[in-house]
C-alpha cells in the first residue's frame, strides 16, 4: 500500500520510513508527488494542524494520506512554545533561534519539566482517523549533541541522560512523542 506523508521534513521522513520498515506500506513524499509548497498551519491545537495538513493534500490528490504535527509543552512556561513550536522566535526562523529563545525564556526556572506531543491526523479511503504520542522529559540548559532536529539537542526524555540529539535514532524512533504515534499508525494499517 503507498501512503502519501504529508511533509518535507527528511528528518520526519526518516523517522517514519524506519517505523514501517518491514511493512507492506511505502512512504511516498511530497516531494515525491511534485508538491512543494508550504501548507499553512492556522490551527490553535496540535491535532487541528495534523487535520489541515492531511485534509489539504486528500482535497488537491484524492490520496491515502497522514500529516503529523509536534508541540513541545514547557511546565514552567504554561506549556508554551506549543502549538507555536516551530515559530516560537518569530516566522522564517531557524531551529537554532527557537532553541536560544527557549533558553532565554528558562533561564533561571527550576522547573525543567516537559513534553512533546505528537498529533498525527491519517485520511484513509476517505475516512480520518487520529493518533497521539507523548513523550517526558526535560530541558537542558546546554545544548548538546548534532543528531535529530528541532529542539533534540535540549531536550533529555525521562529514564535517559542524553538529549535526543545525541541518542541514536533507532532508541529516540522507540520512545518519541513522533515514534509512539507512528507506532498507533503502524498497527492500525496493518489491521486495515
Ligand atoms: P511541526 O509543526 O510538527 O513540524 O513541529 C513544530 C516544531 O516542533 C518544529 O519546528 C520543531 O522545532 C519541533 N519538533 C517537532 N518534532 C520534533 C522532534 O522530534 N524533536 C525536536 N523538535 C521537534
Redesign the pocket.
Same mark, same amino acid.
Given at each position: 500500500m503507498k501512503i502519501v506523508f504529508a511533509?518535507n521534513?527528511k528528518?520526519?521522513l526518516e523517522?517514519a520510513q524506519a517505523k514501517l520498515k518491514g511493512t507492506e506500506i511505502e512512504i511516498i513524499s511530497l516531494e515525491e508527488l511534485g508538491f512543494n509548497e508550504e501548507i499553512e498551519?492556522t490551527a490553535e491545537t496540535?491535532d487541528g494542524?495534523?487535520i489541515i495538513k492531511a485534509e489539504y493534500i486528500f482535497d488537491k490528490f484524492n490520496v491515502n494520506v497522514f500529516a503529523?504535527?509536534?508541540?513541545?509543552e514547557v511546565e514552567s512556561l504554561n506549556g508554551a512554545?506549543g502549538v507555536y513550536? !516551530?515559530?516560537?522566535a518569530g516566522e522564517h526562523v531557524t531551529?537554532e533561534d527557537?532553541?536560544n529563545k527557549l533558553l532565554k525564556e528558562m533561564r533561571g526556572k527550576e522547573n525543567r519539566n516537559a513534553r512533546?506531543l505528537?498529533a498525527i491526523c491519517l485520511i484513509l479511503n476517505g475516512e480520518k482517523h487520529i493518533f497521539h504520542g507523548i513523550v517526558n522529559g526535560k530541558i537542558i540548559d546546554v545544548p548538546q549533541g548534532i543528531g535529530?532536529?528541532?529542539?533534540?539537542p535540549v531536550?533529555v526524555p525521562d529514564g535517559y541522560t542524553e538529549t535526543?540529539?545525541e541518542l541514536p535514532l533507532e532508541i529516540?524512533n522507540k520512545i !518519541?512523542?513522533?515514534g509512539k504515534a507512528l507506532e498507533e499508525l503502524r498497527s492500525f494499517l496493518i489491521k486495515n
Amino acid at each position: 500500500m503507498k501512503i502519501v506523508f504529508a511533509t518535507n521534513n527528511k528528518h520526519k521522513l526518516e523517522e517514519a520510513q524506519a517505523k514501517l520498515k518491514g511493512t507492506e506500506i511505502e512512504i511516498i513524499s511530497l516531494e515525491e508527488l511534485g508538491f512543494n509548497e508550504e501548507i499553512e498551519e492556522t490551527a490553535e491545537t496540535i491535532d487541528g494542524n495534523a487535520i489541515i495538513k492531511a485534509e489539504y493534500i486528500f482535497d488537491k490528490f484524492n490520496v491515502n494520506v497522514f500529516a503529523d504535527d509536534t508541540g513541545l509543552e514547557v511546565e514552567s512556561l504554561n506549556g508554551a512554545p506549543g502549538v507555536y513550536s !516551530s515559530r516560537y522566535a518569530g516566522e522564517h526562523v531557524t531551529y537554532e533561534d527557537n532553541v536560544n529563545k527557549l533558553l532565554k525564556e528558562m533561564r533561571g526556572k527550576e522547573n525543567r519539566n516537559a513534553r512533546f506531543l505528537t498529533a498525527i491526523c491519517l485520511i484513509l479511503n476517505g475516512e480520518k482517523h487520529i493518533f497521539h504520542g507523548i513523550v517526558n522529559g526535560k530541558i537542558i540548559d546546554v545544548p548538546q549533541g548534532i543528531g535529530g532536529f528541532g529542539y533534540d539537542p535540549v531536550f533529555v526524555p525521562d529514564g535517559y541522560t542524553e538529549t535526543f540529539a545525541e541518542l541514536p535514532l533507532e532508541i529516540k524512533n522507540k520512545i !518519541s512523542h513522533r515514534g509512539k504515534a507512528l507506532e498507533e499508525l503502524r498497527s492500525f494499517l496493518i489491521k486495515n
